[in-house]
């Protein structure tokens, strides 16, 4: 496989799983309020605005995990904590833990 199918792929997982994969969370876990879970699940890819800070914003061979500080592991353990509170605050928490291993598998499944 050349490199622009690596990236090609790479591309297409990463935001499948950010975008597609939260409608199956939405309706396996939350079916009845489906719709509006998936919209919250969406709205907890703004925690990506902390990569505006970073000098350069994209880098594809910079994990964002560890490096951006709504990315950083004292964030992960707030996003963890979220996981014990009911309604909304659970499932920002999920949204936000998900978006991380989707960050995650990004940087070390696929970076070279």
């Known amino acids: 496989m050349e490199n622009?199918?690596?990236a090609l792929i790479r591309t297409f997982v990463?935001?499948?799983?950010?975008?597609?994969?939260?409608?199956?969370?939405?309706?396996?876990?939350?079916?009845?309020t489906w719709k509006k879970t998936?919209?919250?699940?969406?709205?907890t890819m703004?925690?990506?605005?902390?990569?505006?800070?970073?000098?350069?914003?994209?880098?594809?061979?910079?994990?964002s995990v560890g490096f951006h500080f709504l990315h950083s592991y004292y964030?992960?353990?707030?996003?963890?904590?979220?996981?014990?509170?009911k309604g909304n605050i659970?499932?920002?928490g999920i949204g936000l833990l998900f978006h991380m291993i989707t960050d995650l598998q990004d940087f070390y499944c696929w970076s070279h």
Not at 14 to 32: E, N, Q, S
Not at 38 to 43: D, E, G, Q
Not at 46 to 63: K, T, Y
Request: a negative charge.
């Open 4 to 6: 622009s199918d690596i």
């Open 14 to 32: 990463h935001y499948f799983l950010h975008f597609v994969f939260p409608v199956f969370i939405a309706l396996v876990f939350y079916r009845k």
């Open 38 to 43: 998936y919209l919250i699940l969406l709205a």
């Open 46 to 63: 703004l925690v990506d605005l902390d990569h505006l800070f970073a000098n350069p914003i994209f880098d594809p061979d910079r994990g």
């Open 75 to 85: 964030a992960i353990a707030v996003y963890f904590l979220m996981l014990f509170f």
């Open 90 to 92: 659970r499932i920002v």
